[in-house]
């Protein structure tokens, strides 16, 4: 089982509407969450960290995470054609010997104009 | 947001040539930079993680002894490709972890190798 998975989608939705992104996680150990845009040929960018539960807003932007139920999901409201891209989940965890973290796979989303 | 740049932004070099990367961490010191390899529609990889002034742990399969790794201050980080191969062309992506409580990653804008 992997630490971090994600559907890869692609995920297609039509331009205003919401899109919701999910990820799970393996390790009940994990502490931070990440969530990265990633456009093609670009390095990923920090879009969103999380590591209570509940939701945390920021923009257009919400970051749910669920520790009991080991997932973390990322809501884009009134989505834009500019948020196409691949999304990528990240979890943290803080070892003795240093942090280790974990990458999904991405998730593929197409914003339709 | 924290800031990283990465130098060169491309490269193209000969097979059997060294190439070196340079990660820089403008506004933050970091203790900690991971260096990355991501091939077309692939996931990142994780090819080892940089601590200042220590030597750097690798990644399984990566060999140590090709992808040089030197985190010799708090801002900067190298990975030096050496006796490049055309398959060692790839996009490779540095990221610096800011220390503060949650412990984000802020990467690199990437560099982009092809070895011919």
């Known amino acids: 089982q992997k630490e971090v998975e994600q559907n890869s989608g692609p995920l297609s939705v039509p331009e205003g509407a919401i899109a919701s992104l999910n990820c799970t996680y393996s390790?009940?150990?994990?502490?931070?969450f990440f969530w990265y845009r990633q456009y093609s040929g670009k390095s990923p960018e920090l879009i969103m960290f999380?590591?209570?539960?509940g939701d945390k807003e920021d923009g257009r932007f919400t970051a749910q995470l669920n520790k009991a139920s080991q997932y973390v999901s990322l809501l884009i409201r009134d989505s834009q054609p500019s948020d196409s891209a691949t999304y990528l989940c990240a979890v943290n965890i803080v070892l003795g010997t240093g942090n280790q973290f974990y990458f999904g796979t991405g998730t593929s989303l197409t914003v339709i104009p | 947001g924290a800031v990283v740049s990465q130098h060169p932004s491309r490269v193209i070099c000969k097979s059997g040539t060294s190439v070196k990367i340079e990660c820089r961490s403008l506004?933050?010191?970091?203790?900690?930079m991971f260096w990355y390899r991501q091939f077309p529609k692939q996931s990142l990889m994780l090819m080892a993680t940089s601590n200042e002034g220590s030597k750097a742990t690798y990644e399984q399969g990566v060999e140590k002894d090709k992808f040089l790794i030197n985190h010799a201050s708090l801002t900067l980080s190298t990975l030096t490709v050496t006796s490049a191969h055309p398959e060692d062309s790839s996009f490779y992506i540095c990221?610096?972890?800011?220390?503060?409580?949650?412990?984000?990653?802020?990467f690199g804008p990437g560099t982009r190798l092809t070895v011919t």
């Open positions: 999380i590591y209570s539960n």
């Open positions: 990221s610096a972890l800011d220390r503060g409580p949650t412990y984000e990653q802020y």
């Open positions: 506004d933050f010191q970091a203790t900690t």
């Open positions: 390790d009940r150990g994990s502490q931070s």
